[in-house]
């Protein structure tokens, strides 16, 4: 009898998912339409590290944020003692790449990110410890323009990914000076109403009172309703710059509701702060949110530059495309080559890179762990390939030098087959495809508002 332990499956870490390959084309999709429009817009792709120093997010997230306090995975490099955090956002790691390589010294950049966060957060539905964010920063602009231009290239997204249910929350935060003078006021308030106050809103009464206006608890709505409104404490620069913003979304077209009680979560923020919500996701029902932070760059150490930005959540807008009902099928491979026999098995070898050349994806069956299987069990593969064509090359086909080319998925063509010489496989199947994706292309043109 033997006495060899079982070797312990070792787990992921909770929060931290994989995406397997039958989420890939859900990403996939998702990933390039987002790479398209932010290309349409101008904006250029800026890939920054997933670890920054922790003074970073300290210094431009606010030492009394919950992301600092609470959220962060911080560490001491064991190395040399430095101070480092896995990134819990991303524009602060924009900004300090845009300073340090003096990015904005010949004019102001639109630049865009893609990639995972990091927060220790209790994991629920689209809210993970690591999770992956899209955004864009326009640092150097200073106008409402840039603004609205934000926001349009959202709308735009949400029509070519077909979300339906994603509405425009939109409101001012001013300048410091205005915020001060209510902040104060706002403390004030709260301070009278105290008996009112949860323990959380306790706690930020008089570190970020701000936050407060966000509280999801039903027993302070009221209280919180009738708290003094920070559009009432605008400027008139500040008034000007909203009302330009609100001024180019109405002239495209975009609705939008401006929510009084919208704030954002970390210090730098100012002016123009928005969200895009949703109601199909429960509590989690925000997926984009930005705004302008004129201070950021100073904050860091460089020229006073105005900035302007926004960052989605990729996991809840993908669960946003998942109800939407469309069906997102894997989708390996253009053509699927079984075969049966050495002679077949080495012509399949060629064909399959003949096919590549031609700029096909292209699957080649090859032998499991118990064999290369019948023809029967290839094609069952074939068929789950989610392969539009399959070529079949047996001992008949070797002798006659032609392949069955197979139709898998075109419903009314599905199970027509044509024997076609080995040297004009790749032309055959390339006409086939580009011209099927070519009709499928006209069916689905649509057009913007």
Known sequence: MSDTKKTEKIVGVK???????ADAPLWELFENTVHTVLKSYGFQQ?????????ALFARGLGEVTDIVEKEMYSFTDSMNGDQLTLRPECTAGVVRAALEHNLTYDGP??????????????????????????GAEAIGFAGPDIDAELIMMCQRLWDDLGLQDVRLELNSIGNAEERNKHRADLIAYFEKNEALLDAEAKKRLHSNPLRILDTKNPTMQ????????????????????????????????????????????????????????????GSQGTVCGGGRYDPLVEMFGGKPTPACGFAMGVERLLELMKASGEQFAPNQCDVYIVHQGEEAQLQ?????????????????????????????SQMKRA?????????????????????????????????????????????????QIVGAHDHAHDEHVHYHH
């Open 46 to 54: 800026i890939r920054t590290p997933i670890v920054e120093p922790t």
């Open 109 to 134: 950049k639109r630049l865009w990110y893609a990639g995972p966060m990091f927060r220790h957060e209790r994991p629920q539905r689209g809210r993970y410890r690591q999770f992956h964010q899209i």
């Open 222 to 281: 009221d209280m919180v309703n009738a708290a003094p409104k920070l559009l009432d404490y605008l400027g008139e620069e500040s008034r000007a710059h909203f009302e330009g913003v609100q001024k180019i979304l109405r002239h495209n077209a975009v609705p939008f509701t401006i929510n009084p009680r919208l704030v954002r979560g970390m210090d730098y923020y100012n002016r123009t702060v928005f969200e895009w919500v949703t109601d199909q996701l």
């Open 348 to 376: 399949a070898s060629v064909v399959a890179e003949r096919l590549r050349d031609a700029g096909l994806d292209v699957v080649l069956h090859c032998a499991a762990a118990t064999g290369i299987g019948s023809f029967k």
């Open 383 to 431: 068929d789950g390939s989610g392969a539009a064509y399959a070529v079949i090359i047996g001992e008949d086909e070797i002798a006659q030098g032609t392949a069955v080319v197979k139709e898998m998925r075109n419903a009314e063509a599905a199970g027509n087959q044509a024997s076609v010489p080995f040297e004009g496989i790749a032309d055959y199947l390339v006409d």
């Open 15 to 21: 929060g931290m998912n994989d995406i397997l390959p």
